[in-house]
């Protein structure tokens, strides 16, 4: 079996607004010792993250635990915001049309494919091994509803706070078999 534990990030400075620089607040580099603990009794084959700095920071100490080098892959960053889009009207209207984006934005279609790129090339490249990957709460969102299409905006917005957040889902060949949450650390969207 392989396993994927995909860790969304922990709690970021909303005040930057370059999301790909993003940092995690004081209070979410603290809450990266939850991350350590909870993967601490996993064995870790490999690591990847996406190359926003808040999910990278999320998962650096607990591969640092395992002696990994995280490998960044760009597939794996987070949905491209426009103009007003992080809001609950725009999160219900996303995920009622996949091909809807804002003016600037992407489209929840586009978070999919090529985050599932990204899944499916992992899949291949490393059967039977445990891998642990940074990710975002909208991008790990569009990986949930591929497997399982009733996860939609209620699934998204359940896990909006879960900052960090883990999940693990094990694979047979290519088929998803298992799900299981292994961390929730509840803050508040803001």
């Not at 920071?57 to 426009?82: F, M, N, P, V």
Request: hydrophobic share 35%.
């Amino acid at each position: 079996m392989t396993n994927i534990y995909f860790v969304r990030h922990a709690l970021p400075d909303y005040s930057c607004r370059d999301a790909a620089l993003r940092p995690l607040t004081d209070e979410g580099m603290r809450d990266t010792a939850e991350v350590v603990r909870a993967m601490k009794d996993i064995h870790l084959d490999y690591a990847v993250s996406s190359p926003y700095k808040r999910s990278y920071d999320t998962i650096k100490a607990a591969a640092d635990d395992h002696g990994l080098k995280i490998e960044l892959d760009d597939r794996l960053h987070e949905r491209i915001s426009g103009e007003n889009g992080n809001n609950r009207e725009m999160f219900q209207r996303r995920w009622s049309d996949f091909s809807f984006c804002e003016e600037g934005g992407e489209s929840l279609g586009s978070v999919t494919e090529r985050n599932m790129a990204a899944v499916h090339d992992m899949l291949r490249a490393h059967e039977g091994e445990n891998i642990m990957v940074g990710t975002h709460g909208t991008a790990l969102s569009t990986i949930l509803n591929y497997y399982d299409s009733t996860f939609g905006v209620e699934g998204f917005l359940r896990i909006i706070n879960y900052m960090p957040y883990i999940i693990r889902l094990g694979f047979d060949g290519m088929k998803l078999v298992e799900k299981e949450e292994i961390l929730i650390v509840d803050k508040p969207f803001d």
